[in-house]
């Protein structure tokens, strides 16, 4: 509601302005009025809303008992919040990552800030000001040194990553930023969004090192290999590119039903690549040979993102709010994270903790214990096999 009462403070200065008094009674002014009826409509979308997702809610949590599926709840959450305009305000989470230490993430939103928060505390340790616009996107280097961050302003600001301090920035892209990429080695950063190319900078020296032709344009995902030899993006025309780092040049393609995709992540070995999008299917390819080696049931949401957890799981998010975790041996659905009242945007995997960490739009931050559930399921499939 507070994003609906800024608004609604907005557009009442404006017709106050304009129409101090209402003409017709001396005690109803036309800002009120339209206060009024604005409220009214939006506590009726709010409750609509708030039911669907009820019934929404039910009936994943229905389907996943009849499937056997595990239920599981956040350990920890935290809700984002600002004092803007004397105001509350929430901001949605664009992206979340988990720090190179382990020890922080970094978030960024449509507030114009990237945050970096203490995960053992739960708080906020840095902000970082500077971009005009929505950020959509922020990403740690492998080394914990440099914190890129971009969006709609159309600028790629570099950060100090431990003192929060801007480092450099790289204007005239031309065109708003979606999704970032550091190469392994920290010294290499990619970067798309709607352009018909990829921009690869030295990220010492901020130069531009080449660009990579991508016709399908609105590129949303994208991301390096382990070893860091391959780049790959995709986006709008559905065909995922993958180039060589070194040549610059393109390697293959990988193409399944030529819908929009969103998400693609790298196993940890770099031998698999996971791609989704709005054709709700995930598909695992053989990274190298391009090969499709095993698709996923159509989920009932757009999928928005997908992240490896460990080496044999799968955590997919969408727009139905819920997080799916698929075991890639059985491939079957192991367990649902539901917890988020809005679409899933972003996942990290907390490698030495064990915990999955999502960002939504329903402005929260959300941790998952995993760990132990996946250890659990392994063993069972380890010891099953066994006996047969």
């Not at 009025?33 to 609509?48: E, I």
């Amino acid at each position: 509601m507070s994003k609906i009462r800024l608004h609604i403070d907005r557009k009442t200065k404006q017709l106050a302005t304009e129409y101090p008094r209402s003409k017709y009674t001396n005690s109803y002014s036309i800002e009120q009025g339209y206060r009024h009826s604005y409220l009214r409509s939006a506590r009726t979308v709010a409750r609509w809303f708030a039911l669907s997702g009820l019934i929404s809610v039910l009936t994943v949590v229905t389907a996943a008992i009849a499937a056997q599926v595990d239920i599981v709840e956040p350990s920890r959450v935290i809700e984002l919040s600002d004092i803007k305009q004397d105001a509350v305000y929430r901001p949605v989470v664009s992206s979340v990552v988990v720090g190179a230490d382990g020890k922080t993430i970094v978030t960024c939103g449509d507030d114009h800030f990237v945050r970096v928060w203490s995960l053992s505390e739960m708080k906020p340790i840095l902000r970082m000001t500077g971009h005009m616009d929505w950020v959509q996107c922020a990403t740690v280097s492998s080394d914990g040194q440099c914190l890129a961050s971009a969006g709609n302003d159309r600028r790629i600001k570099l950060w100090d990553a431990p003192s929060g301090a801007l480092l450099n920035t790289l204007a005239g892209l031309g065109r708003p930023v979606r999704v970032l990429a550091f190469a392994p080695d920290s010294k290499t950063l990619a970067a798309a969004g709607f352009g018909p190319s990829v921009s690869v900078f030295h990220v010492g020296t901020g130069e531009l090192r080449y660009e990579l032709n991508a016709p399908g344009r609105d590129i949303r995902a994208m991301s390096f290999s382990p070893d860091g030899k391959s780049l790959a993006a995709a986006g709008r025309d559905g065909v995922v590119r993958i180039w060589d780092v070194a040549s610059g040049q393109p390697t293959h393609n990988l193409e399944e039903k030529r819908r929009f995709i969103r998400a693609l992540a790298y196993s940890k070995d770099g031998k698999k690549l996971a791609t989704a999008g709005d054709s709700r299917t995930v598909c695992v390819w053989d990274a190298n040979s391009g090969e499709l080696l095993s698709t996923f049931d159509e989920r009932p949401a757009k999928i928005m993102v997908v992240a490896f957890c460990g080496d044999n799981h799968l955590a997919v998010g969408g727009s139905d709010n819920v997080i799916r975790v698929w075991d890639l041996a059985t491939r079957q659905e192991v367990s649902n994270l539901i917890g988020h009242t809005g679409s899933v945007t972003s996942l990290s995997w907390h490698v030495q903790d064990g915990v999955l960490v999502s960002g939504s739009f329903d402005t929260t931050i959300r941790l998952w214990k995993l760990q132990d559930r996946i250890a659990d399921r392994v063993s069972s499939v380890s010891t099953d096999t066994t006996t047969n």
